[in-house]
């Protein structure tokens, strides 16, 4: 299956049978979520589940980085009631694709490099198995920014790696490297060599296997998955109640502030090499 018109302009699918590779597209924004990527990746998961030729799954993302959460830039460039309908969308869809890819049939394997930040991370607690690049990072940002959490940082994170290690993760903003992300159990190994490529091979070698014992063992790993979908139901008001705010919205106007004077200070350094 090539690049299909319902994949939308920020991801690619394309099928190296029997696996299918879905690819994140928007590096120059480091693949950050907005509903148009969004609504991609559903399409080609739905798609996915009703292909019986398909028998394992590549995450993968172009770019730097994997994926950096909600696109902060979009939500401050709205206000009230917009806002927080836009939020809906964004975290709504976030839940719909962790599900939507929880719930294939299939196992689903995710190549992570560079920054997974915010919400972002959801893709990957959403995955069977995770393969990171040794430079591959998680952060949360949202007392930072002043955001609620969302993406299964409380919903999913808490159960991977417990939950007083998750709670001073957010609370401090830590950074989590790919080898402790490792050692917690967020991932499945790190790779020193083309992350994605360790992805496909790992994914063929499951595509081998029976699929009715591969689907019945990926159900009973995952167990009842509407716990996991009330949980992130909470994440989601809480979120949207959070983002219209007045401490959201200076959060907002910081991050920015600082992310232009970062981009400013990067130009300046590559003129002076140039």
């Known amino acids: 299956m090539e690049n299909f018109a319902d994949a939308g302009p920020f991801v690619r699918v394309h099928d190296e049978s029997p696996v299918r590779v879905i690819t994140l597209t928007r590096p120059e924004r480091h693949n950050a979520l907005v509903p148009e990527l969004i609504d ?24 730097a980085n994997f994926s950096t959460g909600g696109d902060v830039a979009e939500f401050a460039a709205r206000s009230g009631a917009e806002r927080a309908d836009y939020a809906r969308k964004i975290v709504g869809g976030l839940n719909a694709m962790m599900l939507d890819l929880i719930g294939l049939d299939v196992p689903v394997v995710t190549a992570g490099q560079g920054a997974v930040t915010g919400g972002s991370i959801g893709l990957v607690l959403a995955s069977d198995i995770v393969l990171l690049a040794p430079d591959a990072t998680f952060a949360p940002y949202y007392v930072d920014v002043g955001f609620s959490p969302d993406g299964g ?15 001073s993760v957010q609370l401090s903003n830590d950074i989590i490297d790919a080898r402790t992300a490792l050692d917690w159990g967020l991932a499945t190994d790190v790779v020193s060599g083309d992350v994605r490529e360790a992805a496909l091979t790992r994914a063929r070698l499951f595509a081998e296997k029976r699929p009715a014992a591969v689907r019945r063992t990926k159900r009973l790993m995952w167990g009842d998955l509407t716990g996991i979908a009330a949980r992130l139901d909470a994440e989601l008001e809480s979120f949207v109640e959070e983002i219209v705010t007045a401490e959201a919205t200076a959060g907002m ?16 350094e590559e003129s002076h090499h140039a």
Do not use: C, K, Y
């Open 40 to 63: 991609g990746v559903r399409a080609a998961l739905s798609e996915t589940a009703r292909d019986p030729g398909v028998r394992a799954v590549v995450l993968a993302a172009e770019g």
């Open 153 to 167: 940082w409380t919903a999913l994170l808490p159960g991977r790696i417990g939950p007083t290690r998750a709670m």
């Open 253 to 268: 106007a910081a991050f920015l502030g600082r992310s232009r004077r970062q981009d400013n200070e990067t130009n300046v």
